[in-house]
């Protein structure tokens, strides 16, 4: 993959593009280093023509990532930003010295830098957290101008703390998760249409895949990345990996791991789907259908199901998996019914591949 400098390619990069977008007030016209963010723009806003729904709304700071990439407990990718109403506090150009109602971190990024803010990790913290950092005034109400990504993230974070929970056994109150987009720039909405990533490879390959994988062997569970969303699939992930054609879905290698373990997933209330039911399912891509289908039933509920995929790109000898889960029509972390299941397939995860 190349040499990759996380400080110097990641967090001080993103910092340069952040400082551009404001001393040019939202204009994308970067220079230098952040040059190739005007090539990724123009990639998607090319890809998705002009629907107003989904190009890119550049009026909003971009939000690349959050938390600390050298000193984390779990890297998560994700692919989905949002838009959020013309007009917020925290995320618009308009708020970049503050307002009335408070700070705004335009205002807090503007007096220092995003890597700072990222750090601080706000969308991951608790109240109190935030109150001994100074940053009390960040996740205000929505109708006071809050961040509407706050309770987003905050869902997010108890399904992150069992992920490290089930692969080191134990959380870790110190390390808060590294959470960063394929795009770090804001839509109304998002188009599953990737092949703007076709028109931007190079870029993307070293503003989110490199850092993914760097960030990866600096955190505290070590060698697994985990991903949100459908479209994280092998005709979209494979083009970065090309030294590892054929192995790199590995997928159905798990689902034969699993076959050992039925039993003990029949007696947890889990049922994996036959290749016959997932074929029958008319809102899964074709893509989709490869993955692994689990299904849980609680009390007199009907079924709930979900899907897994896993990817292995081996660098130097050593695997590095890329563990990624969807369900149909949104972009959602799994329910606490899936966790459990979720600890054995990485528990067959890190058997397998030596992961630990």
């Not at 109240?127 to 950092?133: E, S």
Request: charged share 30%; with cysteine.
């Amino acid at each position: 993959m190349g040499k990759f400098d996380l400080q110097k390619d990641f967090i001080e990069y993103w910092d340069e593009v952040v400082r551009q977008w404001l001393i040019n007030d939202a204009d994308c016209s970067f220079t230098g280093v952040a040059e190739d963010q005007c090539q990724i723009i123009q990639a998607i806003n090319g890809t998705i023509g002009k629907n107003a729904n989904y190009t890119l709304n550049t009026k909003h700071m971009p939000e690349p990532y959050w938390g600390d990439p050298l000193k984390c407990s779990i890297v998560l990718l994700d692919y989905n930003p949002a838009g959020g109403p013309e007009s917020n506090r925290h995320t618009t150009i308009d708020y970049k010295n503050g307002d009335e109602k408070g700070m705004s971190f335009i205002k807090f990024v503007n007096d220092n830098n995003y890597s700072c803010f990222a750090r601080k990790c706000p969308v991951f913290r608790d109240a109190d957290d935030l109150n001994n950092n100074g940053l009390n005034w960040f996740p205000a109400e929505k109708n006071m101008g809050g961040y509407e990504g706050y309770k987003w993230w905050q869902r997010k974070r108890g399904w992150l703390d069992h992920l490290v929970e089930a692969v080191c056994g134990k959380k870790n109150e110190k390390m808060l998760p590294f959470g960063m987009e394929l795009c770090g720039w804001h839509s109304k909405n998002w188009s599953n249409n990737m092949k703007w990533i076709n028109n931007c490879h190079d870029a993307i390959d070293k503003r989110a895949i490199h850092p993914l994988f760097a960030a990866m062997k600096k955190s505290l569970i070590g060698r697994i990345a985990v991903c949100i969303g459908a479209e994280f699939k092998p005709s979209i992930l494979e083009k970065f990996f090309i030294n590892n054609e054929g192995d790199f879905d590995v997928t159905q290698c798990m689902l034969i791991a699993l076959e050992n373990k039925r039993d003990m997933l029949r007696e947890k209330g889990y049922r994996i789907l036959t290749t016959e039911e997932i074929n029958a399912k008319p809102r899964l891509s074709e893509e989709s259908k490869k993955s692994i289908g689990v299904a849980v039933k609680k009390d007199k509920e009907e079924e709930t199901t979900r899907y897994y995929r896993v990817y292995n790109v081996v660098e130097k000898g050593e695997n590095h998996i890329i563990f990624n889960t969807h369900a149909p029509g949104g972009n959602r972390h799994p329910a606490p019914d899936f966790w459990e299941f979720e600890n054995i397939l990485l528990k067959a995860i890190g058997d397998k591949y030596s992961i630990k």
